[in-house]
């Protein structure tokens, strides 16, 4: 009688996450459903550590939410714990709570014509697509409209509305779980002037995403870039982990095509070599998944 071999899976010590209906969903390692028994064991004892010193959040440090801090610091649960305790105090030193109930940035139109940073629909893998145009960047217009610490709060409040509606508003359109986002930063027609002089504020802001929401890079185009980008990127790439240097690709002029390989044309404004042409423009649009009620862009 011939015998049939079949192909050994890879063993998990968790369970696939709730919700998922793709049914070709293969979690990387080290989230929900793909974790090892040592990482297994380092998420209960992050958990029962943080539920037994009264500092456990519950609306806040589900078990993806600690894996991220987790896999941020390889596992190792003193760390992690470090990590995430540290992020707790920012939030309350940064008052994340009051912004998120109160705080209205009403110069959004006017700030877009200076430092347009937005939200706009999804990649092929339903992350939400960040773009940020360093490039137009007006510093004098810029800070006549607005504060640098006006715009930090803003960020916080995009990070929140990431983690409160886009995330899981992309996780149940695609039918698995959507923890990053895809980012594009142009630097068409950057000065270099203009960057130093606006160079806090994006070390801040980099400082925020790497150690207040770690993990939340999925992919990251660095298009349009300069020759002299290597001294800025010379400033920035110390403030970033290996890992998180790993995940960006920096790009000339010729991005187009590596950009519509990770993100569907009806999806990627047209500026940028797609075809979405959004009523109001893409830029203050914010639609996707997460805005069901915005009006679907023009392709």
Not at 59 to 76: G, H, I, P, Q, V
Not at 205 to 216: H, K, L, V
Not at 251 to 266: N, R
Request: charged fraction near 25%.
């Amino acid at each position: 009688m011939a015998s049939t071999t079949q192909e050994p899976q890879a063993a998990t010590a968790s369970s696939m996450p709730p919700g998922v209906t793709d049914p070709d969903y293969k979690p990387l390692p080290g989230r929900l459903g793909n974790l090892t028994i040592p990482q297994q064991h380092s998420l209960e004892k992050l958990k029962k550590e943080l539920i037994e010193e009264g500092k456990f959040v519950e609306e806040r440090m589900d078990d993806a939410t600690l894996l991220r801090f987790l896999r941020a610091r390889k596992f190792d649960v003193a760390k992690a714990k470090e990590m995430l305790l540290a992020a707790e105090q920012w939030r309350k030193d940064f008052e994340v709570d009051e912004i998120v109930k109160s705080f209205n940035f009403e110069e959004k139109v006017e700030v877009d014509k200076y430092y347009p940073q937005y939200y706009h629909k999804t990649d092929k893998d339903g992350r939400p697509v960040y773009i940020e145009q360093l490039g137009k960047l007006d510093i004098k217009a810029l800070y006549a409209t607005t504060t640098q610490k006006r715009l930090l709060q803003r960020l916080v409040l995009e990070y929140e509305k990431s983690v409160t509606q886009r995330l899981p508003a992309c996780s149940a359109a695609s039918g698995h779980p959507v923890e990053t986002s895809c980012t594009i930063l142009d630097l068409n027609n950057v000065s270099l002037s203009n960057f130093y002089r606006v160079k806090d504020y994006v070390m801040q802001a980099a400082s925020i995403g790497q150690d207040r929401y770690p993990e939340s890079m999925g992919k990251f185009y660095i298009i349009n870039a300069p020759w002299a980008f290597s001294a800025v990127w010379s400033i920035i790439k110390p403030w970033l982990d290996e890992v998180t240097v790993a995940k960006i690709a920096i790009l000339g002029s010729g991005y187009k095509e590596t950009l519509l390989a990770q993100i569907p044309a009806e999806n990627l404004p047209k500026e940028f070599g797609g075809s979405c042409i959004c009523p109001g423009g893409c830029s203050l649009s914010d639609v996707g998944p997460w805005s069901p009620e915005t009006k679907d862009p023009i392709a």
